[in-house]
Nanobody, 115 residues
Framework: QVQLVQSGGGLVQPGGSLKLSCAAS????????MGWYRQAPGKQRELVAT???????NYADSVKGRFTISRDNAKNTVYLQMNSLKPEDTAVYYC?????????WGQGTQVTVSS
């Protein structure tokens, strides 16, 4: 049984920073990619950033230059460093782990950007 446990998130003022973490536990093999998605109230879930195994990172245009995705393969952990946060970044953030026969999601964590 694989579990993705997210941490980080919370309330931050505009211009502030937060770092999200997502640790995968269990029997995991041949990870294709890890990533972060978000869903704001009344909107569809959207891609924020992905980091494939051995490939280059990919970002939504709205977060380019502000967010950085990284991963620690030894720990099966993916991170999302979020800088210069804006109110429109407010959403529930989900991590995702994709492999040849699996597709796992984290439980979601709230990020609220407000003064």
């Amino acid at each position: 049984q694989v579990q993705l446990v997210q941490s980080g998130g919370g309330l931050v003022q505009p211009g502030g920073s937060l770092k999200l973490s997502c640790a995968a536990s269990g029997s995991i093999f041949n990870i294709y990619a890890m990533g972060w998605y978000r869903q704001a109230p009344g909107k569809q879930r959207e891609l924020v950033a992905t980091i494939p195994n051995g490939g280059s990172t990919n970002y939504a245009d709205s977060v380019k230059g502000r967010f950085t995705i990284s991963r620690d393969n030894a720990k099966n952990t993916v991170y999302l460093q979020m800088n210069s946060l804006k109110p429109e970044d407010t959403a529930v953030y989900y991590c995702r782990l994709v492999g040849p026969v699996y597709d796992y999601w984290g439980q979601g964590t709230q990020v609220t950007v407000s003064s």
